[in-house]
């Protein structure tokens, strides 16, 4: 096996116009040891944290202002029989945005209806909506539309 010139990789990933992998290089080789990944896993792993898709996903994630990340494989449907999954399945397409419906989720504290927000928001950046987070208590606060008359 040959060893390799950390100036020559350096100078590779200019050549191919990878400077966000070059930028980050130490970091991500870092990150694949501790990892312990394989040579593919780590390729793909770079290859997905520097795609732009990715970056504007997560800049999109960030100016939402989320109050928390979570996502729908993550919800308990088990602890919410009442809830229709495949209702939720339906909501997670987004076909609503396109038909400028709106979605409000109702119910006690504690029975997920943050969870779901923030999940559906977050498929709806994947589908390249803009999205904003916003609270019922926020929402209160928000100017509303006026008319002027003539």
């Not at 990933?13 to 312990?36: M, V």
């Not at 209702?87 to 109702?106: K, P, S």
Request: proline content about 5%; hydrophobic content about 40%.
């Amino acid at each position: 096996m040959t060893t390799v010139d950390h100036d020559l990789l350096i100078a590779t990933l200019d050549r191919l116009k990878l400077t966000a992998i070059r930028d980050q290089l130490d970091s991500l080789l870092d990150e694949a040891a501790r990892s312990k990944m394989t040579l593919h896993e780590a390729l793909a792993f770079w290859c997905r944290e520097r795609s732009p898709v990715e970056r504007r996903i997560s800049m999109s994630s960030k100016l939402t202002q989320f109050p928390f990340v979570r996502e729908l494989d993550g919800f308990d449907f088990e602890a919410q029989p009442s809830l229709d999954r495949g209702q939720i399945r339906e909501l997670a397409t987004c076909r609503w945005i396109a038909h400028g419906d709106t979605v409000l989720f109702l119910g006690p504290p504690g029975t997920g209806k943050t969870h779901l927000a923030v999940s559906l928001g977050r498929e709806e950046i994947r589908q390249n909506y803009n999205v904003q987070f916003v609270t019922a208590a926020m929402s209160q606060c928000w100017p509303r539309p006026t008319t002027t008359a003539r």
